[in-house]
């Protein structure tokens, strides 16, 4: 991989800041300087494509979408297209050794779970676990729709993992869907043994509104003081909803606006409220505090309107103290995991990234 650096803007008053807060707090002013004035976050690219380079088969499916008016469709059949759209380019999910559904106890009812057992694994003991949290906005996206990764990701870590059918927005708005990730989080973290996993290596992971679910949960999980967490994976996380054409990257202001509508669509079926816009489970950029998060890899896409969120996030975990590594993907566009017979290289790239992290990351 390449290496480029990410530029940050806020030395001064964030510095000025954080030593109040720490103040305030009664910390160690000295390790809060440290964390303040460390060196830039260095973002890595991946291998293959140039930057500046779309993808080929990403140009055909843009060009393809350049004309098209966005009309809102009803949610239910925005699902179904969904689930046809990864039938069709997603893929095969990988064989792993085993596959149970399990429900289990909610803030507001049963939450139905699925657990992956890898392949290759028997006679290792307990393994690491890996609560996912599926993408589509908050309103679309299954259990079922994600196997593709689940799976890939399952065996590339040699961990189990367990993929989470939280509520999903209109029906269930804000914040249904970080309340159930938390509590199936939770879950896992005292019941693991009953299904092989270890329940002090635990790590969470989603994309795009699963990523937001994943870095919510790791702010509870830190605010309430357990479970305690060593690993997440954030890939193209959506993190914030300041989605305004004005704030896109020069180099990504020609993409079709169908994209930024149907982003702001899901965004208004999911936040019911201006001020659910600004909550730190919501958009967990906004938190007030980033430190004593666990240590995280953030996979962002160059060609996504999510991409320099998703980096700025990185590099606030990075000022606040946490282990941080950051990768872009060039010429990829958002959603490329799910759109594996389409990007097979890439995505085999990501996924093989991901299961190295956690696995160094589990046997710490």
Known sequence: MTKRFLKLRFAGPRLVSALLLAAAVGCDASSVVKRATRPPLVVQTSDGLAGGTLHPTAVAMLEQERGRIWNPPPVALARVGMALTIQQVGGAAEAVARIDDRTIPGP??????????????SGQGALGVVVF???????????????????????????????????????????????????????????????????????????????????????????????ALVYQVLIYPAVTFDLSVEELPVDLADLPPYYQQMGEWLRDLYLTSEDDRTHPLAAPLLAESHAGLPPALVITAEYDVL?????????????????????????????????????????RQSIDEMGRALREAFSR
């Open 108 to 121: 507001a009812g049963d939450i139905p779970i699925r657990i992956y057992t890898p392949a290759g694994v």
């Open 307 to 347: 991409r320099d969120q998703g980096e700025r996030y990185a590099a606030r975990l990075h000022d606040a103290g946490v282990d941080v590594a950051a990768t872009r993907y060039n010429g990829m566009v958002h959603g490329f995991l799910s759109l594996m017979a389409l990007f097979p290289d890439d995505a």
């Open 133 to 227: 949290f599926h993408g589509g906005g908050w309103a679309l996206g299954s259990v079922a729709m994600y196997e593709i990764l689940t799976t890939a990701l399952a065996n590339a870590a040699g961990a189990i993992v367990v993929s989470v059918e939280y509520r999903l927005a209109p029906e269930h708005p804000f914040p249904a869907a970080p309340d159930d990730a938390y509590a199936a989080t939770a879950w896992v973290a005292q019941n693991a043994g009953s299904f092989g996993g270890d329940p002090t290596r635990v790590a969470v992971a989603g994309d795009s509104a699963g990523g937001n679910l994943a870095a919510a949960v790791t702010l509870m999980a830190r605010d309430r003081g357990r479970p």
